[in-house]
């Protein structure tokens, strides 16, 4: 097992309209997640996945996300793109394991195809109980709740926090690991994650994307805008 238990995977990623995209920054920021006390990473693109393979050999679970407006499954689609991010040295490969329409292979037969022509763990992100079931059924190394409140099914949960129970609920009917990923923000969520079962928990957002950190301070300083600095010392 690739993934330790217990372990803390930190997200970095940053999309192309981030002042921190690409692999210099991404690289600096798993070198900063490995001296805090991180034990695997999660990385898009094969030059962001090679950047950090350079300097760590540490789990990298890669992914490679191909936008399009006719499919809403953009996580490493097909087998072409996981094979790229397994050249660039992912041990483990996340695609998207939901039903939804995708212009590639089935999921049943890509996480056969990449496990068996690949040689590399399939890291299965998914939004529910049954789609989890299935795509541990289908032969995934790890199940993860990464799309629960990002599909049209549980677009409900999105601004309710992490799905706890989706984890409880994996860990009680599936026999590979269950990992917690999608809106952890805080310590303790993460310990709330591993209360419920997990196997390991991804961060991401909360740890290696400023820009919205600061978002969040600065909306909390929003109602003092303008009061001027009467009082201050």
Same mark, same amino acid.
């Given at each position: 097992?690739?993934?330790?238990?217990?372990?803390?995977?930190?997200s970095c990623q940053a999309r192309a309209d981030n002042p921190l995209h690409g692999p210099i920054f991404m690289s600096a920021m798993a070198r900063a997640?490995?001296?805090?006390?991180?034990?695997?990473?999660?990385?898009n693109g094969a030059e962001d996945v090679a950047a950090i393979r350079a300097l760590s050999t540490m789990p990298i679970i890669g992914i #490679?996300?191909? *936008? #399009? #407006?006719? *499919?809403p499954v953009y996580i490493t689609p097909d *087998?072409?793109?996981?094979?790229r991010i397994a050249q660039a040295g992912a041990d483990i490969i996340g695609i998207d394991a939901t039903p939804r329409r995708r212009n590639g292979e089935p999921v049943?037969?890509?996480?056969?195809?990449?496990? #068996?022509?690949?040689?590399?763990?399939?890291?299965?992100?998914?939004?529910?109980l049954e789609e989890g079931q299935a795509?541990?059924?289908?032969?995934?190394t790890y199940v993860a709740t990464t799309l629960s409140g990002y599909t049209d099914a549980t677009a409900a949960l999105k601004g309710k926090g992490p799905d706890l129970d989706l984890i409880e609920?994996?860990?009680?009917?599936?026999?590979?690991?269950?990992?917690?990923?999608?809106? *952890?923000d805080t310590p303790d969520l993460v310990a709330a994650a591993f209360a419920r079962g997990a196997h390991a928990v991804v961060v991401g957002t909360a740890i290696t994307n400023p820009r919205e950190i600061t978002r969040k301070f600065a909306q909390a300083?929003?109602?003092?805008?303008?009061?001027?600095?009467?009082?201050?010392?």
């Amino acid at each position: 097992m690739l993934i330790p238990k217990g372990a803390l995977v930190v997200s970095c990623q940053a999309r192309a309209d981030n002042p921190l995209h690409g692999p210099i920054f991404m690289s600096a920021m798993a070198r900063a997640a490995a001296a805090g006390g991180a034990k695997g990473f999660r990385a898009n693109g094969a030059e962001d996945v090679a950047a950090i393979r350079a300097l760590s050999t540490m789990p990298i679970i890669g992914i #490679d996300k191909v *936008f #399009d #407006d006719d *499919f809403p499954v953009y996580i490493t689609p097909d *087998f072409a793109h996981a094979a790229r991010i397994a050249q660039a040295g992912a041990d483990i490969i996340g695609i998207d394991a939901t039903p939804r329409r995708r212009n590639g292979e089935p999921v049943e037969t890509l996480i056969r195809r990449i496990r #068996d022509e690949l040689g590399r763990e399939v890291f299965a992100d998914i939004s529910t109980l049954e789609e989890g079931q299935a795509a541990a059924a289908h032969g995934a190394t790890y199940v993860a709740t990464t799309l629960s409140g990002y599909t049209d099914a549980t677009a409900a949960l999105k601004g309710k926090g992490p799905d706890l129970d989706l984890i409880e609920a994996l860990v009680q009917t599936v026999s590979v690991p269950v990992v917690a990923e999608g809106r *952890f923000d805080t310590p303790d969520l993460v310990a709330a994650a591993f209360a419920r079962g997990a196997h390991a928990v991804v961060v991401g957002t909360a740890i290696t994307n400023p820009r919205e950190i600061t978002r969040k301070f600065a909306q909390a300083a929003e109602p003092w805008a303008g009061e001027g600095n009467a009082g201050a010392p």
